[in-house]
Nanobody
Framework: QVQLVESGGGLVQAGGSLRLSCAAS????????MGWYRQAPGKRRELVAG???????NYADSVKGRFTISRDNAENTVYLQMNSLKPEDTAVYYC???????????WGQGTQVTVSS
């Protein structure tokens, strides 16, 4: 089993920056991909950015050029650097890890990001 602990959310003004972190723990588990999702009130959870163990990344169109995902494989930690934040980025951000050759996955507890206009 993989447990995920997120940190770094908060309140920021439009145009500001935040950095989210997600640390994964679990004995003898090889994590494949890690990613960040978000869910705004009344909306479905959506992928924000993902990164594989090989370093391949993908982003939602709405965050390209503003957000950067990175990963420390040795520490099983994934980061999301969010710049030029907009009010529409306000949501609960969830970390996800895929493991056991993508047959299993775990979610973090979520961290609130609020961007004021």
């Amino acid at each position: 089993q993989v447990q995920l602990v997120e940190s770094g959310g908060g309140l920021v003004q439009a145009g500001g920056s935040l950095r989210l972190s997600c640390a994964a723990s679990g004995s003898n588990v090889s994590i494949n991909a890690m990613g960040w999702y978000r869910q705004a009130p009344g909306k479905r959870r959506e992928l924000v950015a993902g990164i594989t163990s090989a370093g391949y990344t993908n982003y939602a169109d709405s965050v390209k050029g503003r957000f950067t995902i990175s990963r420390d494989n040795a520490e099983n930690t994934v980061y999301l650097q969010m710049n030029s934040l907009k009010p529409e980025d306000t949501a609960v951000y969830y970390c996800r890890a895929d493991w056991k050759n993508y047959q299993s996955y775990s979610w973090g507890q979520g961290t609130q990001v609020t961007v004021s206009s």
